[in-house]
């Protein structure tokens, strides 16, 4: 069951694109419900073996907050419930994370959004080893679906060889 608390952590999140970073709003394409693409999720926990797990109940619901630089996500993936909060600073690129599920998954980090409207982040995660992190990246297929890969590190910087993620698609947009 660990396995699965730990991919769903950060489920649900996609990028600003490069076409709505114009936008006042940075966080205007996170907006709305997301889910599972052919509600099909990969991942690896003994650097070798891949998973395929199919999760039809996830489902992220981002909405704005009281300021015009966050985005808060509740996720909610059948038994496993959590919520991302995502500040960006006032140079449009810097990120803040603050992520918690379950009842021990605090997850913090940091990441910056590139000029395409790709986000990569380096998240250290309550619940797993001392001196571990991920690194989540975030790359848009489309208006309407990202991919999400979360690729764990050692306390010495090497890749581990776990890893999982999916594709994710737009449910239906919220108005802001």
Same mark, same amino acid.
């Given at each position: 069951m660990f396995g699965l608390l730990a991919i769903i952590s950060l489920l649900g999140i996609p990028p600003v694109s490069a076409e709505e970073s114009e936008s006042p709003y940075p966080f205007a394409r996170f907006v709305g419900e997301w889910k599972l693409k052919d509600d099909r999720f990969q991942q690896v926990w003994d650097g070798v073996t891949v998973e395929t797990l199919s999760l039809p109940d996830h489902r992220t619901q981002c909405t704005p907050v009281n300021t015009d630089h966050s985005v808060l996500c509740m996720v909610d993936a059948g038994d496993f419930e959590g919520h991302i909060l995502w500040a960006v600073q006032e140079d449009g690129r810097t990120v803040s994370h603050l992520s918690h599920f379950g009842t021990?998954?605090?997850?913090?980090?940091?990441?910056?959004?590139?000029?395409?409207?790709?986000? #990569?982040?380096?998240? %250290?995660? #309550?619940?797993?080893?001392?001196? @571990?992190?991920?690194?989540?990246?975030?790359?848009?297929? #489309?208006?309407?679906?990202? %991919?999400?890969?979360? %690729?764990?590190?050692?306390?010495?910087?090497?890749? @581990?060889?776990?890893?999982?993620?999916?594709?994710?698609? %737009?449910?239906?947009?919220?108005?802001?």
């Open positions: 021990a998954r605090l997850g913090d980090g940091a990441g910056i959004l590139n000029t395409d409207g790709d986000l #990569s982040l380096t998240i %250290r995660f #309550s619940d797993e080893p001392q001196g @571990t992190y991920r690194h989540y990246t975030y790359s848009w297929v #489309s208006a309407d679906e990202y %991919r999400m890969i979360s %690729r764990q590190y050692d306390i010495r910087g090497k890749v @581990t060889g776990n890893w999982y993620g999916g594709n994710f698609v %737009r449910v239906r947009k919220q108005d802001q």
